[in-house]
């Protein structure tokens, strides 16, 4: 009689031989399980397709071409002068005037709403401005390149901007996102772009301020990273100096670098304050806004590393400046010894005459000392 093969499946209670219909039980297998009487059939990649359903991610909404505008934030100078481009702006003969310009919220004095004039739109689009942080960026909602060129050429004169950053930073740093009006019934981010809502003036912008102080967040960082990479790169060689025993930094070297990263991380933590979320506590749903934006950027974790590599950086330079110290003040050491050795040398004739008046005094001094007690013995002798 012919051996027969079978297989059990224990998660899906069958039974069966190799190339015939699988028998499905009531239950799982057991001692007194039952058989149903109705024969199943599997076909060989069922098992394959159930598990491309269950983790097929479902398709969303918005697709690529529903995003017709885009916002462009530019990280330009370390600062802006928001109330001297507010000045320009009032003056008819500068680049600035057919641009209305405001602060929207007494909470928000650190962002400058812009907007064309009315008399100056040439194409009737519903959104079309940009908005400038004192912190030397800019964000640009449905506005072209060339309209862009024009603000960002004007805006970097002396009289607006300070420390004007690299133009590699600029170009490297630049974030596009593109955003369509009431796709969602919130505004929010999906999908790489930015979901608004139909609202009225004051409310959209306050909620576009929002959006761009997260993109303004996004590309400072972007910019401390870079020069953090610019940073480490001398401790690169720094490391290799030190596990192959050659000389390191001197004490002033080191002193110069912890100054340097002391002044990045103040830089990075305490000197602004875009990163920070008490502009919005009056506006919960501006604050929800800001957040997700900062979510979407990994804009915690990212500050967390970028905080890490400062510490890993300092603890690397105390390190080496405890060695320097300690070989210093064992050369120090060693120095002391080596002198006092040679003095001992240049005055040896000196210190071997000392030696013989202090050997003759010295047995004098006995000698005296002799005859006095060999006289005292006479005398109580006589007695």
């Not at 079978?6 to 799982?28: A, C, E, M, N």
């Not at 995003?67 to 500068?94: G, I």
């Not at 912890?258 to 002044?263: A, F, T, V, W």
Request: net charge neutral; with cysteine; proline share 2%.
């Amino acid at each position: 009689m012919a051996t027969r093969n079978f297989v059990i499946r224990p998660k899906t209670g069958s039974i069966g031989y190799f190339g015939q219909p699988f028998l499905r039980f009531s239950s799982d297998l057991s001692s007194d399980a039952k058989m149903t009487k109705e024969f199943e059939t599997e076909p060989k990649d069922a098992t394959k397709e159930k598990t491309a359903k269950k983790h097929k991610r479902k398709q969303r909404r918005i697709k690529a071409s529903t995003y017709k505008n885009e916002t462009v934030t530019k990280p330009l100078a370390k600062s802006f002068n928001l109330k001297a481009l507010v000045r320009a702006s009032e003056d008819e003969y500068t680049f600035w005037h057919r641009y209305k310009m405001e602060f929207v919220d007494r909470e928000f004095d650190h962002v400058l709403h812009v907007c064309l004039k009315p008399q100056y739109h040439q194409e009737k689009t519903w959104l079309r401005e940009f908005y400038v942080f004192e912190e030397g960026v800019v964000t640009f909602w449905g506005m072209d390149s060339h309209e862009i060129g024009d603000v960002t050429e004007n805006i970097l004169k002396k009289s607006f901007a300070s420390n004007i950053i690299p133009k590699r930073y600029m170009n490297e740093e630049t974030e596009k996102m593109p955003f369509v009006e009431n796709e969602y019934s919130h505004d929010c981010i999906r999908q790489d772009g930015i979901n608004l809502t139909n609202t009225d003036h004051q409310d959209g912008v306050l909620k576009r301020i929002a959006f761009s102080q997260g993109l303004a967040v996004n590309v400072i960082l972007g910019i401390w990273e870079q020069e953090m990479d610019e940073i480490k790169k001398p401790f690169e060689s720094l490391s290799k100096d030190l596990v192959d025993s050659k000389k390191l930094w001197n004490i002033k070297k080191c002193k110069k670098h912890l100054g340097l990263l002391s002044m990045f991380r103040y830089r990075s933590n305490l000197e602004s304050d875009l990163f920070d979320t008490d502009d919005f506590w009056e506006y919960p749903n501006l604050e929800a806004i800001y957040n997700s934006t900062t979510r979407h950027f990994e804009i915690e974790s990212r500050r967390r590393i970028l905080n890490k590599n400062i510490d890993d950086c300092e603890n690397l330079l105390k390190n080496v400046e405890n060695i320097v110290f300690h070989e210093k003040s064992w050369k120090l050491e060693w120095y002391i010894i080596i002198l006092i050795t040679i003095e001992i040398i240049i005055n040896i004739d000196k210190l071997i005459s000392i030696f013989w008046m202090v050997l003759e005094n010295g047995l004098k001094f006995t000698g005296l000392k002799r005859n006095e007690i060999g006289t005292e013995k006479e005398e109580i002798s006589r007695r």
